[in-house]
């Protein structure tokens, strides 16, 4: 059965306002187009998670969508700080955001404990550290089989994750190859999944490939087909970093009017993902097209 | 060729340390350029791996970030993070970590979380990401950042990272981590941590630099090695590489 729609359908059915969402990505698959469309349709007092917040919370939060970040690196990677979420926080503009914040392994063990099903995940990091302070959810508890104590995190379940893909079927099959980030387990943990694909292929193209499969049409509630959906992050094979559009962020992001006259021109005065990816021009598109790199090819053996 | 910056020096001061290192975990901006170097002067067998979840890269452009894509084609392995933090990182199979601060205090603990008040910060900071874990658990941990005295403050305003926390044995005390920071790569030198007290002590000094200007930068009495050492000058091979492979654009020599 497809579970093809656009992506105004699919923010517009499954983001709620009060939601729990994770758009996740760890600088890879980063889907903004989702981001974009969720303040275009002015969804308020979300929790949102992802263990780098990067430009697209950034936005989210300066477009008012946002009143709790969950997270472990609050920056723009590479070039500095989140103006956005640093003006929210420190100074309460434009309204204030609440923060949790574990370190990059914790907030991994969240989304394990939140995909398996599991009460709490223990880990051995936050020794010494003064988070676990500051974050009443970190806790200790004694080793049931010897001795010593071990920090655990309790499960994240977002209620809808929003995953970027290279590839997926119309059911929602979908294979990723490059940076894997966190996306298996923010998918699993959630209780809606949106895939969103640059290309929709036949089931026949996942079938002959199955390792590369990393969420199944099982727990995948909509499919959008929307390519360049991830710029200016990226998709391996597709579409390089859009490293100059961070850095021009810096700026951008330093006073909420610039902010604001940004997100009038690239989010609220288009109408979609199609109009950005016009807009932008051929010329960026070209730009950030990389050369070929193949995988070899493996043979999976026919048994009948 | 003779001519190199402050920055260039401590590029290649720390590309140095990683001489006899297998494997090591990567971080964003100056480490990332340094560990490049290492693999392509001290260390060609230098395996290295970036939190994004790449183990083996074999960058054919310097990353602008840790999850560039360049990290991943041409790369031993990919993988999700979970098992990289779990596998590599948690297992101590990574020999050395490579992190950077806002604040450090004299046992080397560091903070990128806030400075002022945890509610009420004066300034948020980017906060952990992976450095907490990587400062525990691999083996040995090499600090760089420049000398300032608000970054060499006599306390922190949060603890993100664990160094030798109040010194003497408070480290070995929480159990089954690394070594902890064996050393600080600043602009001006190289400090070291003593083996009792486990305090910062300067060990090293860059051509040109005294103990004078570096204490200037240090909050606190700054201890001294009774036998200073002297820091090689940058090799014009070390020079070549970082300005014509790793650094094209010039931003080291600013």
């Known amino acids: ?304 | 060729m003779n001519d190199y910056t402050a920055s260039e020096m401590m590029i290649v001061a720390a590309a140095r340390m990683l001489a006899d290192a297998r494997v090591v975990f990567v971080g964003i901006g100056l480490p990332n350029i340094a560990c490049n170097l290492a693999q392509r002067t001290v260390a060609p067998r230098l395996e290295l791996i970036y939190e994004s979840g790449v183990y083996g890269a074999r960058p054919a452009r310097l990353p602008l970030s840790i999850g560039d894509p360049c990290l991943v084609s041409g790369a031993v392995g990919v993988m999700p993070i979970s098992q990289l933090l779990q596998y590599y990182l948690q297992r101590g199979l990574i020999d050395v970590g490579f992190l950077g601060a806002a604040q450090i205090d004299r046992y080397g603990n560091l903070n990128t979380t806030v400075i002022g008040d945890y509610q009420q910060p004066k300034v948020r900071l980017p906060g952990s990401g992976g450095a907490c874990e990587i400062a525990l658990m691999c083996r040995r941990v090499l600090i760089i950042t420049r000398l300032s005295r608000r970054t060499f403050v006599e306390k922190l305003d949060f603890v993100t990272s664990p160094g030798f926390l109040e010194g003497g044995d408070a480290r070995a005390r929480l159990g089954r981590y690394g070594e902890g920071p064996a050393a600080v790569i600043t602009d001006m030198g190289i400090f070291r941590f003593d083996r009792i007290t486990r305090e910062m002590f300067l060990a090293s000094l860059y051509p040109g630099c005294t103990v004078e200007r570096v204490q200037e930068q240090v909050s606190w009495p700054l201890r001294v090695a009774d036998r200073l050492g002297t820091v090689a000058p940058p090799a014009e091979e070390e020079l070549r590489i970082l300005r014509q492979e790793l650094d094209p654009a010039g931003r080291l020599r600013m």
């Open chain 1, 1 to 304: 059965m497809s579970k093809l729609t656009t992506m105004r359908e699919a923010i517009a059915a499954l983001v709620h306002d009060g939601d729990c969402v994770a758009i996740e990505g760890f600088t890879h698959l980063i889907c903004f187009a989702a981001g974009h469309e969720i303040i275009r349709q002015r969804k308020r007092d979300l929790v949102l998670c992802r263990l780098t917040p990067d430009l697209i919370y950034d936005q989210m939060v300066a477009a008012g969508c946002a009143r709790k970040l969950i997270f472990s690196y609050l920056g723009n990677p590479g070039v500095g700080s989140l103006h956005a979420v640093r003006r929210a926080v420190e100074r309460g503009i434009p309204a204030p955001l609440e923060l949790e914040e574990y370190t990059h392994f914790g907030m991994v063990a969240r989304y394990i404990a939140g995909a398996a099903g599991l009460p709490f995940y223990p880990l051995h990091t936050f020794a010494g550290s003064d988070l676990p302070r500051v974050n009443p959810l970190i806790r200790r508890v004694e080793n049931p089989y010897g001795s010593g104590a071990v920090y655990v995190v309790p499960p994240l379940h977002p209620d809808v994750a929003i995953i970027h893909v290279q590839r997926a079927d119309q059911e929602g099959n979908a294979q990723i190859w490059g940076l894997l980030g966190v996306q298996v387990e923010a998918a699993f943990a959630a209780q809606h999944v949106i895939v969103v694909a640059e290309e929709i292929v036949d089931e026949a193209v996942i079938r002959a490939d199955p390792n590369r499969t990393v969420i199944p049409a099982l727990i995948v509630d909509a499919v959008v087909h929307e390519p360049f959906g991830a710029h200016p992050s990226y998709v391996q094979g597709y579409y390089d970093r859009d490293t100059e559009a961070y850095i021009a962020w810096d700026a951008i992001s330093r006073e909420p009017e610039t902010l604001q006259q940004w997100l009038d021109e690239w989010v609220y005065g288009l109408s979609g993902r199609a109009e950005y990816v016009e807009k932008l021009g051929g010329q960026v598109w070209q730009r950030l097209k990389p050369g070929d790199a193949w995988s070899g090819r493996v043979n999976y053996g026919r048994y009948c």
